[in-house]
């Protein structure tokens, strides 16, 4: 595996989380959403506003092609597992992480009004948590907890990620 994919919540910590391991491990980072409104030429607020299939087209377009690059940190949009295709092709070259934030803590620190499906309010993230967390369990190879200090976060990454690179070489 070359690259690392961080999944979970609208404010779980994927991009805070992604850069620190970009550092840690001399790897490029990526964040999806940023790669898909340079792909598009289009904000994610404009495709959501033409409607969220055409987002989540332009999302599974960036999956696919992500997936063919090397050396990687890709924090994916919080909807990326909402079209098992997306997991698939990031699965071809990918560890795929699910960073799980008690849904409390992200509620108190980001601001809803930035983030298209959370605009409505503090009950919408509760119900997307619910509609997606088993799908984030299901899809993912490994699963941390984001609930103390940032940096024993990527330091659990880094440890269980290669341990999976180990059992799957063999070692």
Same mark, same amino acid.
């Given at each position: 595996?070359? @690259? &690392?994919?961080?999944?979970?919540? =609208?404010?779980?910590?994927?991009?805070? &989380?992604?850069?620190?391991?970009?550092?840690?491990?001399?790897?490029?980072?990526?964040?999806?959403?940023?790669?898909?409104?340079?792909?598009?030429?289009?904000?994610?607020? !404009?495709?959501?506003?033409?409607?969220?299939?055409?987002?989540?087209? /332009?999302?599974?377009?960036?999956?696919?092609?992500? %997936?063919?690059?090397? @050396?990687?940190?890709? /924090? /994916?949009?919080?909807?990326? &597992?909402?079209?098992? !295709?997306?997991?698939?092709?990031?699965?071809?070259?990918?560890?795929?992480?699910?960073? @799980?934030? =008690?849904?409390?803590?992200?509620?108190?620190?980001?601001?809803? %009004?930035?983030? =298209?499906?959370?605009?409505?309010?503090?009950?919408?993230?509760?119900?997307?948590?619910?509609?997606?967390?088993?799908?984030?369990?299901?899809?993912?190879? &490994? !699963?941390? /907890?984001?609930?103390?200090?940032? %940096?024993?976060?990527?330091? !659990?990454?880094?440890?269980?990620?290669?341990?999976?690179? @180990?059992?799957?070489?063999?070692?």
């Amino acid at each position: 595996m070359t @690259n &690392i994919v961080l999944i979970g919540m =609208p404010g779980c910590g994927k991009n805070t &989380i992604g850069l620190m391991l970009s550092k840690k491990l001399d790897m490029n980072y990526i964040d999806m959403d940023q790669h898909v409104e340079k792909r598009e030429r289009k904000t994610i607020k !404009e495709l959501f506003a033409i409607s969220e299939d055409c987002f989540r087209d /332009a999302e599974t377009r960036c999956a696919q092609e992500l %997936s063919k690059m090397d @050396n990687c940190i890709l /924090a /994916a949009g919080g909807g990326i &597992i909402k079209r098992k !295709e997306n997991i698939d092709f990031l699965k071809q070259s990918s560890v795929v992480v699910f960073i @799980n934030r =008690p849904v409390e803590d992200i509620v108190t620190d980001i601001d809803l %009004s930035t983030r =298209p499906l959370l605009k409505d309010g503090i009950k919408r993230v509760y119900d997307l948590y619910d509609e997606r967390i088993d799908l984030y369990k299901s899809y993912c190879d &490994i !699963e941390v /907890a984001n609930s103390g200090e940032l %940096s024993e976060t990527v330091q !659990e990454i880094i440890e269980k990620v290669e341990e999976l690179n @180990n059992r799957r070489q063999g070692m």
